[in-house]
T-cell receptor, first 115, second 113 residues
Framework: NAGVMQNPRHLVRRRGQEARLRCSPM?????VYWYRQLPEEGLKFMVY????????ESGMPKERFSAEFPKEGPSILRIQQVVRGDSAAYFC?????????????FGPGTRLTVT | GQQVMQIPQYQHVQEGEDFTTYCNSS?????IQWYKQRPGGHPVFLIQ?????EVKKQKRLTFQFGEAKKNSSLHITATQTTDVGTYFC?????????????FGEGTQLTVNP
């Protein structure tokens, strides 16, 4: 059973370009979470999605950031007009559908560098 | 909003010494989870605590959940170099489980051989 997949692993963008990060959850998992981590810091929640639904986007910046989890295909975190402050590691995690407390399985992350 | 605080931020120990990290939430939690992140790696789930006062052990690791379900600790006995990494607690708040996790800032552990 493949784990959570993220690509690309490393992404370099110039200021003003768009960054598109992809996440494929573990097989059978229908909940996806995106986190941002700056060097030497903790994980900051960004958004929680289920298939075709955004459940909680309270951690997402209001501008330039968007996320989706379509019926088919991976979840996508899109950052438009990137700025240097967007440089960070972006982790995706997934959890299973079953009710009750659910641990999260993290992908390897995408390290975004904005030059 | 919910806040999860973790101390200490850094801990340096000699191999063989014990290590403890503490986690405190500003609100009552439905459950708390612990994760470990190796340098350059991604967080890996360690354990989940749900019940008030719960204690769980994994070999040299002991996890506790406070009676009020607002604090937790992770204790490592006789550290080894393989224990190096950052340990995060993450709380799931309120009455409804399945909501977002709030991560602490983590405790970065280094072990000198």
């Amino acid at each position: 059973n493949a784990g959570v997949m993220q690509n690309p692993r490393h992404l370099v963008r110039r200021r003003g370009q768009e960054a598109r990060l992809r996440c494929s959850p573990m097989k059978g998992h229908s909940h996806v979470y995106w986190y941002r981590q700056l060097p030497e810091e903790g994980l900051k929640f960004m958004v929680y999605l289920q298939k075709e639904n955004i459940i909680d986007e309270s951690g997402m910046p209001k501008e330039r950031f968007s996320a989706e989890f379509p019926k088919e295909g991976p979840s996508i975190l899109r950052i438009q007009q990137v700025v240097r402050g967007d440089s960070a590691a972006y982790f995706c995690a997934s959890s299973p559908l079953a009710g009750g407390p659910r641990e999260q399985y993290f992908g390897p992350g995408t390290r975004l560098t904005v030059t | 909003g919910q806040q999860v605080m973790q101390i200490p931020q850094y801990q340096h120990v000699q191999e063989g010494e014990d290590f403890t990290t503490y986690c405190n939430s500003s609100t009552t939690l439905s459950n708390i989870q612990w994760y470990k992140q190796r340098p350059g790696g991604h967080p890996v789930f360690l354990i989940q605590l749900v019940k008030s006062g719960e204690v769980k052990k994994q070999k040299r690791l002991t996890f506790q959940f406070g009676e009020a379900k607002k604090n937790s600790s992770l204790h490592i006995t006789a550290t080894q170099t393989t224990d190096v990494g950052t340990y995060f607690c993450a709380g799931e708040g309120g009455e409804t489980s399945g909501s977002r996790l709030t991560f602490g800032e983590g405790t970065q552990l280094t072990v000198n051989p």
